[in-house]
Structures are given as structure tokens and as C-alpha cells.
């Protein structure tokens, strides 16, 4: 069974600047995508940013970006210049990319963003 | 205008109970799904169904029964509600065809049993 495993409950960073979210995953499989997948209080589950696990490159999104390392199965979110409106449960999920998309969520990290 | 959306937002509701939640996309997608968010954040699947068909059926007590009229639609019907039900429920569409598999979430529905 594929497992996803985020490690740090929560983080705090101070506003502007740059702080890192981990996420490790479980899987035998070669195909896969993974996600990075925001709750703010509003409880809506917004995507942040995705990454095809064939593609070496690292998905970047303006001010998020992801290092995928597959073989150490780790799939970490940077998110530079922090901004108040970041502050969020970030939750890491893993896709095998069959059909019916069983998206397999880990534990989320909260973060918080100081003044 | 809302991708996905559920109704009611938020339900109150006595142990014993029948409730139903409705969700609705318009996204064009032809898969939905039901997903349940604990008192501890944790988010797992329920059910998914693609073009009305169920292709999961997560370990969920029977009390659960899923419904689907059309592919823009799954409803949620909940029996003899039980205290542990209560948790956040979302629901979800995507793209079977699309093999990234994201998915799109509704804003959630609260459901408090007492």
C-alpha cells in the first residue's frame, strides 16, 4: 500500500521569508504523481503545485516550488517570500495516476506565518 | 461561478439521525468522490464513482450509502447517525481521462452529531 508521511506537524516562518515543508512517500510504482495541496481556515482544499514523477525537472509555481528527489522518495515544498495569506495546513498526496485517481493524502503540516 | 459544490456547509444534527449531503460539479468531469476529514486533519477516501458507476468503495460502515444520478452529481446519504461521524466531509471531482488525477475539492461540508 502506498503511505505518505509528512514529519513535521507544524512550522512556522517569519513573513518574506523562505521555509521548507517535507513529505516522503511509500510506493513500488514508477508512474506517479505527486501534489502539495493547501487547506486555509476557509477549509478549502486548494492545489498548490504538482509533479509527474517521470519528469526530473521540479514543478515550480511563482513562489512555490518542490524538490523531488524519487529515488529517496521525497517531495519536499519551498515557499519563498512567505506571505500572510500562506498560513495554511499544507497536506503532500500521491497519486499511482490509474484510473480512479485514489489520491493518498499524509498527515498535513500547519504552518504559520509571523509578522 | 462554484466548480464543486456541497450542500448544506454545515449540519447539526442528534445521534440516530438520517442525513444527506449533495454535491454537484461542473467542472465536466466524469469521476466524483467522497472524502472524510477527521478532528486530526487527516483526509481519506470514502467512495469514488465514475459516469455513476462506484470504482471505490473504501472500508465504511453501511450506514454510508453513496448515490449517483448522473456524472455531475454524488450525494451522500448518512443512517443512524453515530458520534464518530462527525468530521468534515469533502467532496472531490476529476478527470478520469486525465492521468495526473488531481482533484477538485468542494469547500467542505461540517457535520457535528450530538
Known amino acids: 500500500a502506498q503511505t505518505v508521511t509528512q514529519s513535521q506537524p507544524e512550522m512556522s516562518v517569519q513573513e518574506a521569508e523562505t521555509v521548507t515543508l517535507s513529505c516522503t512517500y511509500d510506493?513500488?510504482?514508477?508512474?506517479?504523481?505527486l501534489f502539495w495541496y493547501k487547506q486555509p481556515p476557509s477549509r478549502q482544499m486548494i492545489l498548490v503545485i504538482r509533479?509527474?514523477?517521470?519528469?526530473?525537472q521540479n514543478a515550480t509555481e511563482n513562489r512555490f516550488s518542490v524538490n523531488f528527489q524519487k529515488a529517496a522518495k521525497s517531495f519536499s515544498l519551498k515557499i519563498s517570500d512567505s506571505q500572510l495569506g500562506d498560513a495554511a495546513m499544507y497536506f503532500c498526496?500521491?497519486?499511482?495516476?490509474?484510473?480512479?485517481?485514489?489520491?493518498?493524502f499524509g498527515e498535513g503540516t500547519q504552518l504559520t506565518v509571523n509578522p | 461561478d462554484t466548480a464543486v459544490s456541497q450542500t448544506p456547509k454545515y449540519l447539526v444534527t442528534q445521534m440516530g439521525n438520517d442525513k444527506s449531503i449533495k454535491c454537484e460539479q461542473n467542472?465536466?468531469?466524469?469521476?466524483m468522490y467522497w472524502y472524510k476529514q477527521d478532528s486530526k486533519k487527516f483526509l481519506k477516501i470514502m467512495f469514488s464513482?465514475?459516469?455513476?458507476?462506484?470504482?471505490i468503495n473504501e472500508t465504511v460502515p453501511n450506514r454510508f450509502s453513496p448515490k449517483s444520478p448522473d456524472k455531475a452529481h454524488l450525494n451522500l446519504h448518512i443512517n443512524s447517525l453515530e458520534l464518530g461521524d462527525s468530521a468534515v466531509y469533502f467532496c472531490?471531482?476529476?478527470?478520469?481521462?486525465?492521468?495526473?488525477?488531481?482533484?477538485?475539492f468542494g469547500e467542505g461540508s461540517r457535520l457535528t452529531v450530538l
Open positions: 472531490a471531482s476529476s478527470l478520469r481521462l486525465k492521468k495526473t488525477g488531481e482533484l477538485f
Open positions: 510506493t513500488s510504482e514508477s508512474d506517479y504523481y
Open positions: 509533479q509527474e514523477a517521470y519528469k526530473q
Open positions: 498526496a500521491y497519486n499511482v495516476g490509474t484510473s480512479g485517481s485514489r489520491l493518498t
Open positions: 467542472l465536466g468531469h466524469d469521476t
Open positions: 464513482y465514475n459516469n455513476k458507476e462506484l470504482i
